[in-house]
Structures are given as C-alpha cells and as structure tokens.
C-alpha cells in the first residue's frame, strides 16, 4: 500500500510528518498504530486520508477503523 506516494504528507511550520510504519493491533474494530515523527504534525483529514486507503485495500467497506498516532520514542 502506498498511500503516502499518492498523497505526500503534509508540512506544518516548515516540518514534515513523517511516517515510519503502522502495524494493527486489535481486529475487531480494526485498529491501527501509526509511528510517526511528530504525532501533532498529522491532520484530522490525513488521518481520515488513510482510513480511506485502508478501507479500500484491505476491502473494510462499512468497518469502523480507529487509528492511534504514536511517537516512535
């Protein structure tokens, strides 16, 4: 899955977020932990970017997902 070569993420004050890698952690609803540099950098609608292409992928269509943003420290 390559969501973030279809839609880089996005800058705040010159700093870029940036993704190290998401693992899930419970199934039932899916939910996911995503390590990132800064977890503030990452926007609502980015958040709401990747549910999206998660759904998509993994053919989650009308699951809830949640997704956690986590430092990676």
Known sequence: MDAVA????PTVNGK?????????VVSGPPTFVVFVNNP???????VRFLENQIRDHFDFNGTPIRIIKRSRK
Not at 6 to 9: A, E, L, R
Not at 16 to 24: E, G, H, S, V
Not at 40 to 46: C, E, K
């Open 40 to 46: 503030d950098l990452m926007h609502f609608s980015y």
């Open 6 to 9: 279809i839609h880089p993420t």
């Open 16 to 24: 870029r977020l940036r993704i190290y890698y998401a693992t899930q």
